[in-house]
């Protein structure tokens, strides 16, 4: 491998790790999103009396069953949201490991 591929390399794995990073800066924020709904649709089904959304900046008076299937499917969502970007994460770490083992050599 020439001075010139191994620095191709080694951008390319920056490159790839930037992604890595971007993708569990995404994960957290879903992550969070996905707890907060879950704790959200546990919180309504509890719930006995009547239920409020809010939109924007006000608060409305909704139907409790229209709320909790909002959540849900918010939930379905978000949860392939969280499982692309771990098919994504995974994707990225096997090519770095890849280009980390062939710079590894490199450098023996």
Do not use: V
Not at 47 to 72: H, R, T, V, W
């Amino acid at each position: 491998m020439s001075k010139k591929e191994t620095e191709e390399k080694l951008r390319e794995l920056n490159i790839i790790e930037q992604n890595i990073n971007q993708l569990l800066i995404q994960k957290q924020a879903f992550q969070l999103e996905l707890n907060e709904t879950e704790s959200a649709e546990e919180e309504i089904s509890k719930s006995k009396g009547e239920a409020y959304k809010i939109l924007g900046q006000i608060m409305i008076k909704a139907e409790k069953n229209k709320i909790e299937k909002d959540l849900k499917e918010k939930i379905k969502l978000l949860e392939l949201r969280l499982k692309s970007i771990e098919t994504q994460e995974k994707h990225f770490q096997e090519n770095a490991e890849k280009l980390r083992e062939e710079l590894t050599k490199k450098i023996k």
